[in-house]
């Protein structure tokens, strides 16, 4: 069964430097998004990413993030000077066009980024 | 402002009993809502999702209810088994544009064997 991929599982990092968050979605998929969960708290929105251009974004993502799609199977996430609230549980998802999976995102397994 | 799920934190539930897991929103513009399981370790993964117009909707093992007159969205899983054991989100979603899923704070479902 097709799934979406993350890497690297946990990232440790020191406060101000950049990091990149990988995911390769599942590969008919048209939709992609970044979340972020702060432990014990939901999962947040991030970001939303179609034909290769942001098409929404929270609030949350400000100047430092940015997002890439750099090739036809990877999807990227760029933090750049990291602060100790970045620390969190990052997951991509993505999602197909058509009815039938119409709501349906699916989720990776997620990147733990903690910023010393 | 939007606001999907207050939850309470932990649900414990004896292995083969029906499982009722709760979420109450409020001043939400969402159209659709979902039901979404994380397991320890995992990304959240879909389970099913129930259209704002309508107030029941069935799947394999689990129902949900909507009931708009209080807000209030219920997940049942029936015939709980230890593979159910796991965090509960509801959350809601706005159609039609890219649709930015909301998340709530999560129910914690243990099944005892």
């Known amino acids: 069964e097709p799934e979406v991929t993350q890497t690297p599982s946990h990232q440790v990092t020191q406060m101000g430097q950049e990091v990149i968050l990988r995911c390769v979605p599942i590969s008919n998929h048209l939709y992609f998004y970044w979340y972020r969960q702060i432990l014990g708290q939901k999962v947040e929105f991030l970001v939303s990413f179609y034909n290769n251009e942001i098409s929404e974004k929270s609030e949350i993502f400000d100047d430092q993030f940015s997002v890439e799609r750099p090739d036809g199977s990877n999807f990227t996430l760029k933090i750049r000077s990291t602060k100790l609230e970045d620390s969190a549980m990052y997951f991509c998802?993505?999602?197909?066009?058509?009815?039938?999976?119409?709501?349906?995102?699916?989720f990776g397994p997620g990147t733990r980024l903690t910023v010393l | 402002g939007e606001s999907v799920g207050l939850h309470l934190p932990t649900l414990s539930v004896q292995e083969g009993d029906n499982s009722i897991i709760n979420c109450a929103y409020s001043?939400?513009?969402?159209?659709?809502f979902i039901w979404y399981k994380q397991e320890s370790g995992k990304g959240p993964q879909f389970i099913i999702d129930i259209r704002s117009n309508m107030d029941k909707r069935q799947g394999q093992r689990v129902t949900v209810l909507l009931n708009k007159t209080v807000k209030h969205l219920s997940l049942q899983i029936a015939a709980t088994q230890p593979g159910d054991s796991a965090v509960y989100f509801c959350a809601g979603l706005i159609s039609g544009g890219y649709q930015k899923v909301t998340f709530g704070t999560g129910t914690k479902l243990q099944v005892i064997p």
């Open positions: 001043n939400s513009a969402s159209d659709y």
């Open positions: 998802a993505s999602r197909a066009s058509g009815v039938v999976s119409y709501n349906e995102q699916f």
